[in-house]
T-cell receptor, first 111, second 114 residues
Framework: GNSVTQMEGPVTLSEEAFLTINCTYT??????LFWYVQYPGEGLQLLLK?????DKGSNKGFEATYRKETTSFHLEKGSVQVSDSAVYFC??????????FGTGTRLLVSP | EAQVTQNPRYLITVTGKKLTVTCSQN?????MSWYRQDPGLGLRQIYY???????DKGDVPEGYKVSRKEKRNFPLILESPSPNQTSLYFC?????????????FGQGTRLTVV
């Protein structure tokens, strides 16, 4: 079936370090891909998305490129801040509005 | 302001005591869904609804019920809660149709069943 695999966390970085969180997927057809972020005590909110191969989603300094050949959608940021500490979920849409989530990756950024 | 409102935010209850978690949205979205979030398992869909009076099972529906009598509300009902339903629950809504449609989430309900 359709699934999303994320790297296990926590990912611990110092402020201004480079961030990569890996995400790969298995899906039939051509899914849309998302990264959602969950700040402490809050619900999920959309961080960025890409709807077709080679699309790059970007927001708040984060980027991810839809790579069909490697079935990947890795999240990157050039310089993380303490305020980026959160849990990040990779997700895809299959069929009609059915979101499939990865298990989430916790990011901890220290000053 | 676009909002998805869940209540309560926190709930501790005893095994077998029926409870309802409410979800309300002000975006006029047809689609609404419930998820539970558990460590190491991510978010798993419980039930979803495409429109009023239209509901369907997600991946983990056992032990839950839902109803959609009006567009804005989608309550989650636990008729006889058990400890394995201790979890963090999220309601989500989205517009129907189109690739890349954003889902909007409530702030979550942390349920503990003892």
């Amino acid at each position: 079936g359709n699934s999303v695999t994320q790297m296990e966390g926590p990912v611990t970085l110092s402020e201004e370090a480079f961030l990569t969180i890996n995400c790969t997927y298995t899906a039939t057809g051509y899914p849309s891909l998302f990264w959602y972020v969950q700040y402490p005590g809050e619900g999920l909110q959309l961080l960025l998305k890409a709807t077709k191969a080679d699309d790059k989603g970007s927001n708040k300094g984060f980027e991810a490129t839809y790579r069909k050949e490697t079935t990947s959608f890795h999240l990157e940021k050039g310089s993380v801040q303490v305020s980026d500490s959160a849990v990040y979920f990779c997700a895809l849409i299959t069929g009609f509005q059915k979101l499939v989530f990865g298990t989430g990756t916790r990011l901890l950024v220290s000053p | 302001e676009a909002q998805v409102t869940q209540n309560p935010r926190y709930l501790i209850t005893v095994t077998g005591k029926k409870l309802t978690v409410t979800c309300s949205q002000n975006m006029n979205h047809e689609y609404m869904s419930w998820y539970r979030q558990d460590p190491g398992l991510g978010l798993r869909q419980i039930y979803y609804s495409m429109n009023v009076e239209v509901t369907d099972k997600g991946d983990v529906p056992e032990g839950y019920k839902v109803s959609r009598k009006e567009k804005r509300n989608f309550p989650l009902i636990l008729e006889s809660p058990s400890p394995n339903q201790t979890s963090l629950y999220f309601c989500a809504t989205a517009e129907i149709g189109g690739r890349g449609t954003e889902a909007f989430f409530g702030q979550g309900t942390r349920l503990t069943v003892v």
